[in-house]
């Protein structure tokens, strides 16, 4: 329970001082590349070299590609037939299709299966979801604006990108049975468990709510569709 009040705590906080004259406006990106080269990779160097692997791990690896697919099949078809718009195909394949499963995933899950749980959420956040957004996702981004996908830009954005980097290394740990120092294990303990507060607190400083758009019943059909693909018995 204290865990789902610190969420929302620090959520409303966010939204909150968005209200506040003189804050810096763009402070939330500061947030983000602490999370980002800071949290992110502590959480999984700390958990990864602990996991037992199984069969049973191709699962959440796999859910942000099933997912992803199945948006994409659905909304490319579905939009052609009613006669949308690319762009507006393109948003509801990405909505529908994608997730945040780090600066939102990573404190549910935290909130609801504690820190075991975030074992888990690395493996669908690094080579499942971060993978998808940075591949497939840049790709239907560029095709349904009429762009074109810069092939060595999105391989050299993944094999640079921290998270990833550390998910690589602590995959290696992981293989060859070697864990870090328990000092060490204790400071990457410490630096990820900012991730809940910077994270929402970052997401609550971009939410920005427009009553009138008319895109709303666009936006309820690709969230319904994402929560829907979650409760597919696959």
């Known amino acids: 329970m204290n865990n789902f009040i610190l969420i929302f705590f620090f959520l409303f906080l966010g939204l909150l001082l968005q209200r506040v004259k003189g804050f810096p406006s763009n402070i939330y990106k500061v947030l983000n590349k602490i999370v980002i080269y800071l949290c992110l990779p ?11 692997w199984s069969n049973e791990l191709l699962f959440p690896i796999g859910a942000g ?19 949308w718009s690319n762009k507006l195909i ?55 604006s009429k762009g074109s996908p810069d092939t060595w830009s ?11 980097i550390m998910f690589v290394l602590a995959c290696l740990m992981n293989v060859y049975d070697y864990d870090l120092d328990s000092n060490i294990q204790s400071i990457l303990l410490k630096v990820g468990s900012f991730v809940t507060p910077l994270a929402l607190l970052s997401v609550g400083l971009q939410l920005n ?4 758009s008319q895109h709303w019943k666009f936006l309820r059909l690709g969230l319904f569709l994402s929560l829907f ?3 597919l018995p696959f």
């Open 42 to 52: 502590a959480i999984t160097l700390y958990h990864i070299p602990k996991i037992k």
């Open 229 to 231: 693909w979650f409760r």
């Open 154 to 164: 999105i391989i050299r954005k993944i094999l640079l990108f921290p998270p990833f």
């Open 65 to 83: 590609w099933i997912t992803f697919i199945l948006a994409f099949a659905f909304f490319h078809f579905l939009g052609k037939k009613l006669k």
């Open 90 to 144: 393109g948003c509801l394949i990405l909505t529908a299709g994608l997730s945040n499963s780090s600066f939102l995933g990573f404190p549910i899950i935290e909130a609801l299966f504690g820190k075991k749980g975030l074992e888990t959420a690395v493996l669908v956040d690094q080579p499942g979801t971060f993978v998808v957004v940075s591949t497939f996702g840049v790709f239907v981004a560029a095709f349904y």
């Open 209 to 212: 709510f427009d009553r009138k």
